[in-house]
């Protein structure tokens, strides 16, 4: 600030990350989001209704099935290979039921476990523009940290994407 003749205070490092807990980064939403856990922990929770929670045949548990209706929600995780009923009432045996009579790629269909793929592919993306690890170490700065590169990733995915118009046929 010298060099430009500016006599303006400047922050530290740590006042910046004093105040970044208290940072307000508002992500606009449209519809209920989805919550996706990938191999680091990375959690992304939405602010909205959380509509439905999706995971790979791993998480085809007693624990993964309890958790969802705590959180109001509904989880979508195809059942394991060579999968048995449980008691009476569980909302698995509902899963393995429609396996069992329509087949996995229809049930992947019908329950929307495709959009786990497309979450992944997000995660993918944001960790390749920003890097696999947060670099602040509580809690409520690290919300933050996610916070802000998913506005940024969400400002250059909006920025780029390409509208496509066919212009003629291609000769053979």
């Not at 807990?21 to 929770?45: A, C, F, N, W």
Request: aromatic share 6%; charged share 25%; hydrophobic share 40%.
């Amino acid at each position: 600030m010298r060099l430009m003749g500016l006599e303006l205070p400047v922050p530290d490092h740590t006042q910046i990350s004093r105040r970044a807990s208290r940072l307000p980064v508002m992500i606009p939403r449209q519809e209920p989001i989805h919550l996706v856990v990938d191999s680091t922990g990375l959690k992304v929770y939405g602010e909205g209704e959380l509509e439905q929670i999706d995971a790979d045949g791993a998480y085809d548990t007693r624990q993964a099935y309890a958790v969802a209706p705590a959180r109001e929600t509904r989880p979508v995780v195809p059942p394991r290979e060579n999968a048995v009923p449980w008691e009476k009432g569980q909302p698995r045996n509902a899963v393995l039921e429609k396996v069992a009579q329509r087949g996995m790629a229809a049930w992947k269909k019908e329950s929307g476990y495709h959009r786990r793929s497309i979450a992944e592919n997000t995660l993918y993306r944001l960790k390749q523009l920003f890097g696999d690890s947060l670099a602040s170490h509580l809690f409520e700065t690290q919300v933050t940290e996610v916070h802000t590169r998913v506005a940024a990733m969400n400002v250059m995915t909006y920025l780029g994407i390409p509208v496509s118009v066919r212009v003629g046929t291609i000769l053979c």
